[in-house]
């Protein structure tokens, strides 16, 4: 099984600074890498897949990078509304098994 | 407009079973592979199961293989999740989810329902 590790556990930013978050992958995933955010009491939604590719409607200040065992994921300008918890994901492999990172949780200050 | 929704959570006994559906609109669900991922209480994302579109083959986790049975029935446009023997630490949010997909490529969950909440406590 791969292990995704993400860091920090936690993070606390002001409203309009740079977020950066890391996940790291116990053995090479390539770019089938993906990006989730979380808000209490909902579903997951999908911000990044392919490692860097933003899905349909994420904003503009969401970007990832990486590939291989080593990704992150910057939030340009800090917006209230990007709090919660944020999950990395990789599905290479056959069969699949797509392993979660633990979560980093995301404070806007 | 994709909606997904979870249903059949409920409170059991260690050792009991139970069967949660999928029931999934805004789309024709046969020809989409399908997932089931869950989350216990303040803790983060497990994906389960997986379902080929024809319905085999199908893939699991090791936590819940050969507990666990996923099916789906494209008729009724659902997908199903039967969990037998079900464990303390089977307690948790389940979400059925379906797969990004593009050029024929499968990219993480795109789509994701409401979850539906077991409980496992004697």
């Known amino acids: 099984e791969i292990v995704m590790t993400q860091s920090p556990a936690t993070l606390s930013v002001s409203p309009g600074e740079r977020a950066t978050l890391s996940c790291r992958a116990s053995q090479s995933v390539g770019t089938d890498f993906a990006w989730y955010h979380q808000k209490p009491g909902q579903a997951p939604r999908l911000l990044i897949y392919?490692?860097?590719t933003r899905a349909s409607g994420v904003p503009a200040r969401f970007s990832g990078s990486g590939s291989g065992t080593e990704f992150t994921l910057s939030i340009s300008s800090l917006q209230s509304e990007d709090s919660g918890a944020y999950y990395c994901q990789q599905y290479i492999g056959w069969p699949p098994a797509w392993t979660f990172g633990q979560g980093t949780k995301v404070e806007v200050k | 407009q994709v909606l997904l929704m979870e249903s059949g959570g409920d409170l059991v006994k260690p050792g009991e079973s139970l069967r949660l559906s999928c029931s999934a609109s805004?789309?024709?669900?046969?020809?989409?592979?399908m997932g089931w991922v869950r989350q216990a209480p303040g803790g983060g994302l497990e994906w389960l199961s997986y379902i080929f579109p024809a319905g085999f083959p199908t893939y699991y986790a090791d936590s819940v293989k050969g507990r666990f049975t996923i099916s789906r029935d494209d008729a009724r446009n659902s997908v199903f999740l039967q969990m037998d023997s079900l464990k303390v630490e089977d307690t948790a949010v389940y979400y059925c989810?379906?797969?990004?997909?593009?050029?024929?490529?499968?990219?993480?969950?795109?789509?994701w329902g409401q979850g539906t909440l077991v409980t496992v406590s004697s």
């Open positions: 392919g490692a860097s």
């Open positions: 805004g789309f024709t669900l046969s020809g989409h592979y």
């Open positions: 989810a379906r797969p990004l997909e593009v050029r024929g490529f499968y990219h993480g969950f795109e789509y």
